[in-house]
């Protein structure tokens, strides 16, 4: 048996993205209500013309309905339970428990919501995984305070931490900060509050959230573990290989670049507890001042670094900037970089990989000797009924398939693997587009683009080979 007998086998949702019920029992707005559905929706938001300040008229906002978990989670998890979950990620809303952010009082009805949550997955032997913060800061602190640039944001993070750590960490074990941290360097509105016309433009803004963020992630670990000893509290980021496109010494160095401001900045301040020695350089290539810290800031990432990795895993990069052949931009999960001619693409670009996850495991592995754990993977495709009702997503099996088995490949060459939970366990909201139609769900979710469906859940034919993969802690990955 390769892997350990507690393996977290499970899946991954965020509240943005399913729960829906937006405006309900207190919730206030998040910047996840003011996106519009659509594949225009990054440019949209990442336009110098667009401020927070929307009228929420002129779009669709599928993230406001989502999937209805908030009202049938029950059923969800009952499905959950039936493939044999082990644990369940999920996220808290900030905006349903301080509605703006900055109130001084939680809540309650948003705090009650949680609690029927974890409790039914409890009720199933689930083990609940929580993140704190997965794209959803309350709209209010991006339009009012400018997002996490601004150093207020560290004690509104503080006192929602405090909150949910204490009624919660006695039933949850397992926790998370930030959701995909490092996706700011990229796309800083849905992780910092920050678009083009509150400053985004300018990456000193960007550095200077960062700090903030890990201010605020590092205070999260210490109350965490005030409340409880054994707590394990990850960071989370995106990490995706950055090849360099050929053996061009000046792409190898460029890759390293990239994977420095990518893929490490954020987890080595995090894990190690202090910037990295090569923050001048980054700064230099981004042009932007070092962070305005505060006393006792530094002591503060010293003493409380994570607990363990948790990361999203989804696709490979190649970069190419210094060689004379001309390549194609690839799509990518907020990142860039060139087509690699070695890999096939998803419907959205997306390039597939799996080998890439055993260099990336043993990558982080190598770096940190810290756990880890892949609490995203998955494949964004469409998915069609057939005559008989069924569907039949081999695509899907296809692709988890190779990444697990690449997973098994990287545990045999030493990596401490903590659990697997692939992303979008149920069909949702896709973060970059805002659609239904780029499914990676389990479980099927009758609802199109445009709204219309009947929100009945159905399993897919990668439902059964899950639960097999699952009973039998990996060993069986056939697609019978
Ligand atoms: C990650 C996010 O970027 O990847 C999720 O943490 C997101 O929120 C997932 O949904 C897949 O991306 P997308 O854009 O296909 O939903």
């Known amino acids: 048996m390769v892997f350990k007998k507690d393996f977290l086998w499970g899946g991954a949702t965020a509240a943005n993205q399913c729960e829906g019920a937006y405006d309900v029992d207190g919730k206030g707005l998040s910047v996840a209500d003011a996106m519009p559905g659509g594949r225009e929706r990054m440019s949209i938001i990442s336009s110098p013309n667009f401020n927070w300040d929307v009228e929420l008229t002129n779009y669709r906002y599928p993230n406001h309905v989502g999937i209805d978990h908030y009202h049938r989670f029950k059923e969800d998890i009952t499905l959950f339970a039936e493939m044999g979950f082990k644990a369940y990620r999920f996220s808290i809303a900030w905006s349903r428990?301080?509605?703006?952010?900055?109130?001084?009082?939680?809540?309650?009805?948003?705090?009650?919501?949680?609690?029927?949550?974890?409790?039914?997955?409890?009720?199933?032997?689930?083990?609940?995984?929580?993140?704190?913060?997965?794209?959803?800061?309350?709209?209010?602190?991006?339009?009012?305070?400018?997002?996490?640039?601004?150093?207020q944001l560290v004690a509104f993070f503080e006192r929602y931490a405090k909150v949910i750590l204490e009624r919660y960490?006695?039933?949850?074990?397992?926790?998370?900060?930030?959701?995909?941290?490092?996706?700011?360097?990229?796309?800083?509105?849905?992780?910092?509050?920050?678009?083009?016309?509150?400053?985004?433009?300018?990456?000193?803004?960007?550095?200077?959230?960062?700090?903030?963020?890990?201010?605020?992630?590092?205070?999260?670990?210490?109350?965490?573990?005030?409340?409880?000893?054994?707590?394990?509290?990850?960071?989370?980021?995106?990490?995706?290989?950055?090849?360099?496109?050929?053996?061009?010494?000046?792409?190898?160095?460029?890759?390293?670049?990239?994977?420095r401001a990518f893929d490490y900045f954020t987890s080595d301040v995090q894990v190690r507890g202090y910037y990295p020695t090569y923050i001048k350089q980054l700064l230099k290539t981004y042009n932007a001042t070092m962070p305005v810290m505060e006393e006792g800031d530094e002591e503060l990432l010293r003493d409380n670094t994570v607990d363990y990795i948790g990361f999203s895993y989804y696709m490979s990069m190649a970069i190419n900037e210094k060689s004379a052949e001309e390549t194609d931009p690839a799509a990518g999960n907020?990142?860039?970089?060139?087509?690699?001619?070695?890999?096939?693409?998803?419907?959205?670009?997306?390039?597939?990989?799996?080998?890439?996850?055993?260099?990336?495991?043993?990558?982080?592995?190598?770096?940190?000797?810290?756990?880890?754990?892949?609490?995203?993977?998955?494949?964004?495709?469409?998915?069609?009924?057939?005559?008989?009702?069924?569907?039949?997503?081999?695509?899907?099996?296809?692709?988890?398939?190779?990444?697990?088995?690449?997973?098994?490949?990287?545990?045999?060459?030493?990596?401490?693997?903590?659990?697997?939970?692939?992303?979008?366990?149920?069909?949702?909201?896709?973060?970059?587009?805002?659609?239904m139609s780029k499914r990676y769900g389990f479980i099927y979710v009758d609802l199109d683009d445009e709204g219309n469906g009947s929100f009945n859940r159905q399993k897919k034919k990668s439902f059964n080979w899950y639960k097999k993969v699952i009973a039998s802690n990996g060993e069986d990955l056939e697609n019978n």
């Open 334 to 435: 907020l990142m860039e970089g060139v087509r690699n001619p070695f890999l096939e693409a998803s419907e959205w670009g997306w390039q597939i990989d799996p080998l890439g996850l055993r260099i990336s495991l043993n990558d982080l592995w190598d770096r940190y000797q810290v756990p880890l754990f892949i609490v995203e993977n998955g494949l964004g495709a469409k998915d069609t009924i057939d005559e008989k009702g069924a569907i039949n997503d081999d695509y899907r099996i296809e692709y988890l398939a190779k990444h697990i088995q690449t997973m098994k490949e990287a545990v045999e060459d030493g990596v401490d693997l903590m659990g697997y939970t692939p992303w979008g366990c149920i069909d949702l909201v896709a973060a970059s587009t805002g659609e």
């Open 97 to 151: 428990i301080f509605p703006k952010g900055d109130e001084l009082e939680p809540n309650e009805k948003g705090l009650a919501f949680y609690d029927a949550l974890i409790d039914e997955c409890l009720s199933y032997g689930i083990e609940p995984v929580i993140t704190i913060s997965h794209y959803e800061m309350p709209l209010h602190l991006a339009k009012e305070y400018g997002g996490w640039k601004n150093r």
């Open 169 to 259: 960490a006695h039933k949850v074990k397992y926790w998370m900060t930030f959701n995909e941290i490092n996706s700011a360097m990229e796309f800083p509105a849905l992780s910092q509050g920050l678009i083009p016309s509150t400053g985004s433009d300018d990456y000193t803004n960007r550095f200077q959230a960062w700090h903030h963020q890990f201010v605020a992630s590092a205070l999260a670990v210490k109350i965490g573990k005030s409340v409880r000893e054994d707590i394990q509290i990850g960071c989370m980021q995106i990490y995706a290989p950055l090849y360099a496109f050929d053996s061009n010494p000046e792409n190898q160095f460029a890759s390293q670049l990239k994977q």
